[in-house]
């Protein structure tokens, strides 16, 4: 069964440093997203990103995020510089056709540790 | 967007059918009701998702009232595995259909 995978799955870095974490979506898939869950809160929503652009966004996603997708494959959440704040669980999901009966899959997550 | 309620926390014995309620009464005619559950940190599983038909596939099943304002998720005979927090979302109808989670139910499943 296709899944979304994402890579690496434990990043630890300073804070300041950038960090860049990578998803690859479902191959068909049109629709791509990111979340993020602070341990012990609920997962929240980043960004959307359809056909090479920012569709929605969150008021967490400042100027300090950035999402590319660099190929046909790779989907990636670049922090420029990760604050102690930044540390949680990353998710990437993707959706095929993004309408309301469709189904957004997600991916087993990145831990970020900022220290 | 639809806000939901479920309680935060519930016991099922293992293999006895865990029923899991939602309430979402300001639902409107074109939003879907969805299930996702998350083991431990782990990425947020799809379940199972309706309009307004019961449907049931090899996961579960999701029991929507005629009114549309409350659902069940049914997990028919528990496992340990089962154990996790479920979330019942209705899908946000505008834009690019993001998914808001609530706190969703801790599900324990006892052997």
């Known amino acids: 069964e296709p899944e979304v995978t994402q890579t690496p799955s434990h990043q630890v870095t300073q804070m300041g440093q950038e960090v860049i974490l990578r998803c690859v979506p479902i191959?068909?898939?049109?629709?791509f997203y990111w979340y993020r869950q602070i341990l012990g809160q609920k997962v929240e929503f980043l960004v959307s990103?359809?056909?090479?652009?920012?569709?929605?966004k969150s008021e967490i996603f400042d100027d300090q995020f950035s999402v590319e997708r660099p190929d046909g494959s790779n989907f990636t959440l670049k922090i420029r510089s990760t604050k102690l704040e930044d540390s949680a669980m990353y998710f990437c999901?993707?959706?095929?056709?993004?309408?309301?009966?469709?189904?957004?899959?997600f991916g087993p997550g990145t831990r970020l540790t900022v220290l | 967007d639809a806000k939901t309620t479920q309680p935060p926390s519930m016991d099922c014995a293992e293999g006895r059918a865990a029923n899991l309620p939602c309430n979402h009464s300001?639902?409107?005619?074109?939003?879907?009701v969805y299930w996702y559950r998350q083991i431990h940190s782990q990425g947020p599983q799809y379940i199972i998702h309706?309009?307004?038909n019961n449907e049931t596939n090899e996961m579960a099943s999701l029991i929507i009232t005629e009114d549309r304002k409350s659902s069940t998720l049914i997990l028919p005979h528990a496992t340990l595995r089962d154990t996790a927090v479920y979330y019942c979302?209705?899908?946000?109808?505008?834009?690019?259909?993001?998914?808001?989670f609530g706190i969703g139910t801790k599900l324990q499943v006892i052997p």
């Open positions: 979302i209705v899908k946000y109808s505008g834009g690019y259909q993001k998914v808001t």
């Open positions: 309706g309009l307004k």
């Open positions: 990103f359809y056909n090479n652009e920012i569709s929605e």
């Open positions: 999901a993707s959706t095929l056709r993004g309408g309301l009966g469709d189904t957004q899959y």
């Open positions: 191959s068909n898939h049109l629709y």
């Open positions: 300001t639902i409107s005619g074109n939003e879907y």
